[in-house]
């Protein structure tokens, strides 16, 4: 693991620590290339029951790392993309903490997940159309299959700040607790689920998976198609570029 992703093993549950709070757990690419492995790491340990995906500090995370998004050779494939497949393929139980900021791929990576807990200062954010960007992760399908349509449809099309309470009212997060409490509650219903054999818990999550998998990649290769017509398009620039020159974006010209 590297220092910005932390791994710990407790009672059969692994626990995945974003840590790189100064910049709200960010993903930059080694990171993604970190997250793609401990996933593969964790599939094929037989020791591990259970994942635990949290975020260090205040915050889960604010997604891609836009400083570092483009960097990468033309036509190599993003790691982020090798990461939501190891994420989408692990088969066994993934629950995540979430409090604080969790934004495109900080919320994306929690529709795969099968229980989410969430801090009562969690806000979360489907930023894609603001960044003149496509959903990934296979998220424009998770999304739809997990809240509905035209709930799904509104926070793709507006990109508008989704609260705790409106997240669990959605049924995008299953409990809401105070943040001080959220790290011990996800452990302990964690451990709860890593008590029983891993070849059990590997069969139910193959069942409760088994239909969405082949919509979900569908989705994620309509997505990459979309990413590969906007990443890089004036309007991606025009958002990557005001985000680090911390103004609003101005599509007017784009
Ligand atoms: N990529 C790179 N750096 C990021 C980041 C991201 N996705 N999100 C936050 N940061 C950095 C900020 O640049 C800032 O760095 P600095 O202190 O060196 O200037 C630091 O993290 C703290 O973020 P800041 O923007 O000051 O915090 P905030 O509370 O005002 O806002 C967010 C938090 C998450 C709302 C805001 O940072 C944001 O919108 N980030 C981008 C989220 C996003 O669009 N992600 C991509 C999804 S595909």
Not at 13 to 40: D, Q, S
Not at 168 to 178: N, Q, R, T
Request: aromatic share 8%; net charge negative.
């Amino acid at each position: 693991m590297s220092e910005h992703l932390l791994s710990e093993d407790r009672d059969g549950v692994r626990v995945l620590t974003l840590n790189r709070p100064e910049k709200k757990n960010a993903i930059n690419n080694p990171m993604w290339v970190g997250l793609r492995e401990a996933f593969r790491a964790a599939a094929d340990d037989d020791t591990v029951r259970c994942v635990l995906l949290v975020g260090a500090g205040e915050h889960f995370c604010s997604g891609v790392d836009l400083a570092s998004f483009g960097d990468m050779a033309p036509g190599e494939e993003h790691p982020f993309e090798s990461a939501a497949r190891a994420v989408v393929e692990f088969d066994k139980p993934l629950v995540a903490a979430v409090q604080g900021v969790a934004v495109g791929g900080g919320a994306t990576v929690l529709f795969h997940s099968d229980i989410v807990y969430a801090g009562e200062s969690l806000r979360l954010r489907l930023p894609f159309a603001s960044l003149g960007l496509v959903p990934e992760w296979g998220s424009s399908y998770m999304l739809q299959a997990n809240i509905g349509a035209q709930r799904a449809a509104e926070l793709f099309y507006t990109a508008q700040w989704v609260e705790a309470d409106k997240a669990l009212h959605y049924g995008i997060v299953a409990a809401v607790v105070p943040d001080s409490d959220l790290f011990e509650l996800a452990l302990a219903k964690a451990r709860e689920i890593a008590q029983w054999p891993v070849n059990s818990l590997r069969e139910i999550k193959r069942s409760l998976r088994l239909h969405h998998l082949p919509a979900i990649d569908t989705a994620i290769k309509a997505e990459q198609a979309g990413m590969m017509r906007q990443a890089g398009s004036p309007e991606n620039i025009e958002a990557v570029t005001a985000f680090m020159e911390r103004r609003a974006p101005d599509f007017s010209r784009c």
